[in-house]
């Protein structure tokens, strides 16, 4: 008999359009997540179990084992760094990690960088060659250089509306994000072949819809 697939679902933006991608491949996902406090939801007629986790989360999840498979952005992957293996570009949530700043910037001696991701922002200075202060925020990093914390950020931008609300701009973009399918190292052995199926439904969707494009 197939074993449980457990599989961690981020809460949020990612969810709606992963969710979306799971019933297009013909694989099952609890409906009205966002009107539930329940965190684990068993499907047991489908041979799965879904955690709903907060979305920086659950890498650590999928380390862990706790979790077979996840799913997660690159910008989670990127900054967290876990040891899990990365199955699949799911190509949604698409947007980009980027460096912003106001318009009239300029560098000065002492140079300080706000962002959510304090390891990617850390990394991209360093191959600058550019040596920054790093200042952790946990949202609105937009706020940071508008009232003088810090002169620049490292930020997501998808569509730009923030940034043109806040006067902002965007200076250099670091790296394109989607949301990946992972798994855990020792799952990905031990139920190879029902995490080698969902890959494959999974990868046919997303190959039609790219061919429907
Ligand atoms: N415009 C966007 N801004 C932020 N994240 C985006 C955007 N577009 C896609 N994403 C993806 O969605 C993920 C964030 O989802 P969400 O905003 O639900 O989480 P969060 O802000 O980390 O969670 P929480 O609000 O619980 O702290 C990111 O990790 C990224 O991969
Ligand atoms: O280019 P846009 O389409 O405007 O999207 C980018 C904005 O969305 C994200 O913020 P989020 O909504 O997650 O809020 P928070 O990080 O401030 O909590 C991100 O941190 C940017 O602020």
Redesign the pocket.
């Known amino acids: 008999m197939a074993e449980t697939l457990k599989v961690a679902m981020p809460k949020g ?1 990612i969810y709606k359009k992963a969710s979306a991608l799971f019933r297009s491949a013909g694989l099952p996902v609890p409906l009205d997540v966002d009107e539930t406090r329940k965190l684990v939801i068993s499907l047991p007629e489908a041979g799965m179990e879904f955690i709903l986790a907060k979305p920086v989360d659950v890498p650590t999840y999928v380390e862990y084992g706790v979790a077979d498979i996840g799913i997660v952005g690159k910008d989670v992957l990127m900054e967290e760094n876990k040891d899990v293996y990365e199955l699949l570009d799911l190509g949604i949530a698409r ?1 980009r990690m980027s460096v912003i700043g106001l318009p009239d910037w300029k560098p000065g001696i002492h140079q300080r960088v706000a962002t ?1 991701y304090p390891n990617v922002a850390s990394q991209y200075f360093r191959e600058q060659g550019q040596q920054v202060e790093v200042v952790k925020l ?5 706020l940071a250089p508008l009232i003088g914390l810090a002169d620049r950020i490292v ?9 043109k609300e806040n006067g902002l701009v965007e200076m250099n973009s670091i790296f394109e994000i989607t949301s990946r399918l992972i798994a855990n190292r020792v799952s990905y052995r031990m139920k190879n072949d029902e995490i080698q199926t969902l890959c494959d439904r999974l990868q046919a969707v997303i190959l039609s819809e790219r061919a429907n494009l």
């Open positions: 933006r947007c959510k946990n949202g609105s990093i937009e930020d997501m931008v998808e569509t730009g509306q923030t940034l």
